[in-house]
């Protein structure tokens, strides 16, 4: 068997040395992340409040409202043959431009629905239930307190409902679950 032969004398017995890596590009693409992270996780933080969840509750009921009664507005019906009309906008005044919303916390409805219970359902479960039933299942609120929010909704059972079970609602009616993980004592 034959080996290769013995280094050479000299400052480079094997070749030259490596040579060293600009290391700015990935200084500044790290930060450039981190940057990234740090402001997202402000703008997530500044929003994770009860009354960012309560404004969307709000927010999403009456939004729902209004697009339900769109919808169950009577269509007007016109007969075929019609005479040239003129339609004049209404003058607005301080009082019609001042008029506020007040927050809508069921929808009108002409049918009631029975409320299911979903307590001690996991609530992916409860909320099947629930919207089978036709009401509209608002966020979890967490029953530690910590303001989490269920992401896969079977790891989370239901503790309480805001709604009695067995109660007659109108349909389209918001219930909020209490909920916690299986694994939280």
């Known amino acids: 068997m034959s080996y290769p032969p013995p280094p050479q004398p000299g400052p480079y017995a094997y070749g030259p040395p490596p040579r060293k890596r600009n290391k700015l590009p990935f200084v500044l693409a ?3 992340v981190a940057l990234v992270l ?3 996780g402000a703008m997530l933080i500044g929003t994770s409040g009860d009354k960012a969840k309560d404004d969307f509750a709000d927010g999403y009921a009456q939004g729902l409202a ?3 009664a769109s919808a169950s507005a009577p269509a007007a019906t016109e007969p075929a043959t019609t005479a040239p ?3 004049v906008a209404p003058a607005t005044t301080e009082a019609t431009t001042k008029a506020t919303v007040a927050p809508a916390r069921t929808t009108v409805a002409a ?4 409320v299911p219970s979903g307590v001690g359902l996991d609530y992916q479960s409860a909320q099947d239930l629930w919207r089978g039933a036709g009401l509209i299942v608002a966020p979890a609120k ?3 307190g910590a303001h989490r929010l269920p992401v896969i909704d079977a790891n989370w059972v239901v503790l309480a409902q805001d709604l009695k079970a067995g109660s007659r609602v109108p349909e389209g009616t918001l219930i909020t679950a209490t909920v916690k993980k299986y694994t939280d004592d």
Do not use: E, H, P, R
């Not at 049918?111 to 029975?114: A, D, E, G, L």
């Open 85 to 87: 009309t003129t339609v």
């Open 38 to 40: 740090c402001l997202g």
């Open 142 to 144: 967490d029953a530690t």
């Open 66 to 68: 209004a697009a339900q």
């Open 111 to 114: 049918t009631t629905v029975k």
């Open 30 to 32: 790290g930060i450039g």
